[in-house]
């Protein structure tokens, strides 16, 4: 099983180095399945909008929703979310097989069982290795999903690119 987190501290940085690995893994002419996640600044607000790129196309969905200024509760449009899943889903089931599969993040959707929960599931089934961004709210939830045989990689492009290179090149067991 070929399983890998990262976490960094800075808001929007995972999902920057995702977005980022994302881009050069198409540029070497890996087959990619998964979302990598913009976050846009609204100005009216101090939160953000939340958009996924459904991989390996260019196809964006926005998952957050608004829900006023006053609102506490979390933003995420678990419907838009189950969209991007179904469509992430699809592609695994293509001929070719994607390489690789790039999640944005295991977050308290995937804690719970949902979202790209058991896609992530299917995919190391099939032997295709996982990337995914991990929050600190969510790390031992993940850790238990994956029954601690997850690797945490370094936040680092370079060093991402080249865990990905190494699982692409090792069969899984």
């Known amino acids: 099983m ?4 990262v976490m960094t501290t800075e808001r929007g940085a995972t999902d920057r180095l995702l977005t980022a690995l994302a881009e050069r893994l198409q540029t070497r002419g890996l087959r990619l399945a998964g ?12 939160l953000c909008d939340m958009d996924v ?5 260019d196809e964006v969905i926005r998952i957050s929703q608004s829900l006023g200024p006053e609102a506490r509760g979390c933003r995420l449009n678990p419907g838009a979310l189950e969209q ?17 599969l790039l999640v944005n993040k295991f977050g308290k959707h995937e804690a719970d069982g949902r979202g790209m929960r058991p ?5 190391l089934a099939m032997g295709i290795p996982v990337v ?4 600190r709210m969510n790390v031992e939830a993940f850790k238990d999903f994956s029954g601690g045989l997850a690797e945490a990689a370094d936040a680092d492009l370079d060093a991402l ?4 290179m190494q699982a ?5 067991e």
């Open 132 to 135: 995914s961004g991990v929050n």
């Open 119 to 123: 896609v992530i599931g299917e995919a």
């Open 2 to 5: 070929s399983l890998a987190y």
């Open 53 to 57: 790129r459904v991989l390996p196309g």
């Open 168 to 172: 692409v090149k090792t069969p899984a």
């Open 161 to 164: 690119e080249a865990w990905v």
């Open 84 to 100: 991007a899943v179904g469509q992430v889903t699809e592609s695994l089931a293509q001929t070719p097989a994607p390489q690789v």
């Open 35 to 46: 979302i990598v996640q913009t976050n846009t600044e609204c100005y009216d607000d101090k």
